[in-house]
């Protein structure tokens, strides 16, 4: 028991033995010094309090740290969009000259050609697993070949990795990378 119930209970052991009360007297004041000491809020324990400076202290690096990144004014916040708006762009310019160089120009991909496009954007894919890609794309949106769009759409999802790339394909991960 804590420090408390100890203390409640050697009083109780006195009020029992050192009075002339009677029982149910002596049980209602230990039943109400009980409810007293357990209702009353304990002390924090010292590691409670250690976590808490601890974590008082990443709130002041993480706040530095922001205000080191974006600056007062917010102005980092806007380069680091700027930055992630030119990659974007330079995808989708990647994906789009991938894609109009797979398909000949033409408006869709059928299996061959679309190993072509994703495999020159991500060489690191083989064609097992851009089969699947293909496959399982293709089935989900039952249609037999890929648009400029979709590709655009399947870059992205591989660009997540390879969990995101395996629900495309409508595998298990482990499968996936097996293929690999």
Do not use: Y
């Not at 050192?18 to 007297?25: F, H, I, K, R």
């Not at 357990?38 to 205000?67: C, F, G, N, Y």
């Not at 759409?153 to 690999?180: H, P, T």
């Amino acid at each position: 028991p804590g420090r408390g119930k100890l203390k409640a209970i050697v009083k109780l052991n006195r009020l029992m033995t050192g009075s002339g009360e009677a029982m149910e007297e002596v049980a209602d004041k230990a039943n109400v010094q009980l409810k007293a000491v357990e209702e009353a809020p304990s002390a924090e324990p010292p590691v409670r309090r250690r976590s808490r400076r601890s974590s008082e202290a990443a709130l002041m690096i993480q706040r530095a740290v922001r205000k080191n990144l974006f600056g007062k004014d917010g102005g980092g916040m806007v380069a680091i969009f700027q930055i992630a708006i030119e990659a974007i762009k330079n995808r989708n310019k990647a994906s789009r000259d991938a894609f109009n160089e797979a398909s000949g120009q033409g408006s869709e991909l059928d299996e061959e050609r679309f190993f072509q496009a994703i495999a020159q954007m991500f060489p690191r894919l083989n064609r097992g697993q851009c089969n699947a890609i293909f496959k399982g794309f293709t089935t989900k949106a039952k249609t037999p070949s890929i648009s400029m769009e979709d590709f655009k759409k399947i870059v992205e999802v591989v660009g997540c990795g390879d969990e995101a790339i395996a629900e495309c394909a409508a595998m298990c991960v482990s499968k996936f990378r097996a293929l690999g």
